[in-house]
């Protein structure tokens, strides 16, 4: 069974280096089982029909970041307290917090786990037949021949 892509638009606060306090806005968080490891999130700062901004960035930091701080370089995801998630997005000099109801993001990332296994189940199974492929030819390794006498 093909899994269709996944959407789920969730209220959100903002928190940016130019302006203080939050302000809300609106996340769409993407998944589509095309790219089983990524997932989308647009960011919806003004009102606007398409989003100002667009993230990419892999599943399972924002799984992981639901228990634990995860994530270096742009993207930063982390518990705030036990019902919020905190997704820290860097760019240059320029950064901003989204703060998510952590119950919303734990069902985001419930939804996209069938794809995800999917992908992993046909990793382990594309990895099973290189292995079988280069047992067949006989590959050698170089570095186990005998001496020469």
Do not use: K
Request: glycine share 8%.
């Amino acid at each position: 069974m093909r899994q269709l892509p996944l959407e789920m638009t969730i209220a959100a606060t903002v928190r940016t280096a130019e302006c203080a306090g939050h302000h809300g806005l609106a996340v769409t968080l993407g998944h589509s089982p095309d790219d089983p490891l990524a997932l989308r999130m647009d960011l919806y700062v003004t009102g606007a029909e398409l989003p100002d901004t667009t993230w990419v960035f892999g599943r399972d930091l924002l799984a992981t970041g639901l228990i634990l701080p995860t994530g270096e370089g742009d993207v930063r995801v982390r518990p705030h307290g036990e019902d919020e998630t905190d997704v820290e997005l860097v760019s240059g000099r320029a950064w901003c917090v989204v703060r998510m109801a952590a119950d919303d993001v734990r069902e985001f990332v419930a939804g996209t786990r069938c794809a995800a296994d999917s992908c992993d189940e046909e990793i382990g199974t594309a990895l099973d037949r290189m292995l079988a492929e280069t047992l067949r030819r006989g590959a050698t390794n170089t570095d186990s021949q005998p001496p020469h006498t």
